[in-house]
């Protein structure tokens, strides 16, 4: 198995940098436990990127990225930013990285810590014991499609237009990740779809029954995209795999995300070409940004699903989910999962506590 592994860290913006830094120990700590030789390349995206160069995604920071065996983000974006040009925001570095590298799959797993179960704001024995993955599908449907824009008509109005588009190819692909991830879990894929109303989901329907076929040891059932958002919170725990489309992915995983109680614990994967890149689910929290206080547990918990996905080691990823769950069993919380009666720490410290728990 290779042994020397080049990773492009991209902190970003806000919190970004605190809790790229958290997972940096991690992987430091990693690197010395398994002989690994790790080159860490760490360049600057979003707003920094866009500080240093003009540019949210430099051209140093992109082939960085694409000569890297995996990426590492924080996170992009801040109020500083929020009136430039649509076109050199920072978070459309991230559309940048996902197109150039080709990661059309986005993997994100929403799983219930147990001493977490109460931070939820569903019921202790809806959500006890859940854990979902969310497929999405993420560089083609109505975030891409053409024609797309505002126009005036030749009335004088003005009509709005985004259009949904998925080709054979496009909806195979992914539903061949989701089988694939599915048969190291419980085997079971729900497809989300609009197919009643949306034809273009129809024929995702259609192109995901068919794929099915090669994969005959997992389950698959489809639901519309409504139902599910309203199963996802009356019963979760019937869900395993979540395979959707990129706008009904973007809000459900969302959805998701929030059974678990904090947006500061969830991982996030994107793979699909020959560089993955693994980032936190959050944004860079400008409201917290500087005050040690984030919760650096979603970027560590990424740094064990880049070791999974990108380098094909398990071990690692479960060293990490086993010290983040020790950490939280002894009672170590930061502010945005705080309860009564537990022990408020920083992200320095959270990182420091989950890094000691993996070297012992
Ligand atoms: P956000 O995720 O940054 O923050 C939402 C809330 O969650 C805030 O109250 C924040 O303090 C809290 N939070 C988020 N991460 C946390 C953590 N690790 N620990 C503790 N608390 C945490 O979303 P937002 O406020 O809507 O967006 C802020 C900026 O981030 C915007 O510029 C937005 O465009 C950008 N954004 C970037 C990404 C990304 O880089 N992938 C994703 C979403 C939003």
């Not at 040009?85 to 991230?94: G, K, M, Y």
């Not at 005050?291 to 064990?304: E, F």
């Given at each position: 198995m290779k042994n020397e592994y080049t990773i492009a860290v991209l902190p970003g913006d806000g919190i970004g940098p605190e809790v790229t830094g958290e997972a940096i120990k991690i992987l430091k700590i990693l690197e010395s436990r398994l002989g690994l030789n790790l080159t860490l390349n760490e360049v600057p995206v979003g707003g920094a990127g866009y500080e240093a160069t003009g540019h949210p995604l430099?051209?140093?920071?992109?082939?960085?990225?694409?000569?890297?065996?995996?990426?590492?983000l924080g996170a992009v974006g801040g109020p500083?930013?929020?009136?430039?040009?649509?076109?050199?925001?920072?978070?459309?570095?991230?559309?940048?990285?996902?197109?150039?590298?080709?990661?059309?799959?986005?993997?994100?797993?929403?799983?219930?810590?147990?001493?977490?179960?109460?931070?939820?704001?569903?019921?202790?024995?809806?959500i006890e014991g859940l854990d979902i993955l969310v497929v999405r599908e993420l560089t083609g449907g109505i975030y891409f499609g053409q024609p797309r824009g505002v126009e005036t008509l030749p009335d004088g109005t003005r009509k709005g237009v985004n259009t949904l588009v998925y080709t054979e190819g496009e909806i195979e692909r992914i539903a061949r990740i989701a089988f694939e991830v599915a048969q190291k879990r419980d085997k079971k894929v729900m497809s989300v779809d609009k197919a009643n109303v949306l034809e273009c989901t129809g024929f995702w329907r259609e192109i995901v029954t068919r794929t099915h076929k090669e994969y005959a040891d997992v389950e698959l059932q489809h639901m519309y995209v409504d139902n599910c958002a309203m199963q996802l919170v009356r019963n979760p725990k019937q869900f395993d795999v979540i395979l959707t489309t990129n706008m009904f992915g973007d809000i459900l995983s969302d959805e998701a995300s929030m059974l678990t109680g904090s947006i500061g614990m969830l991982p996030s994967a994107s793979v699909g070409g020959k560089t993955g890149m693994y980032e936190p689910i959050h944004g860079s929290a400008p409201d917290i940004a500087g005050?040690?206080?984030?919760?650096?547990?979603?970027?560590?918990?990424?740094?064990?699903m880049m070791f999974k996905y990108s380098f094909d080691r398990e071990e690692p990823n479960a060293w990490i989910e086993t010290a983040v769950e020790s950490v939280l069993n002894q009672g170590y919380r930061t502010p945005d999962i705080m309860s009564p009666g537990m022990k408020e720490v920083g992200t320095t410290e959270m990182g420091d506590l989950v890094a000691k728990e993996i070297e012992q």
């Open positions: 430099p051209e140093e920071t992109l082939n960085t990225a694409k000569n890297a065996d995996a990426v590492l500083k930013w929020e009136n430039i040009d649509f076109s050199l925001r920072p978070e459309r570095a991230l559309l940048g990285l996902r197109s150039s590298l080709g990661l059309y799959a986005n993997l994100r797993p929403a799983k219930i810590f147990p001493a977490l179960a109460d931070a939820s704001t569903l019921k202790r024995e809806v005050r040690g206080m984030a919760n650096p547990l979603a970027t560590i918990l990424s740094v064990g």
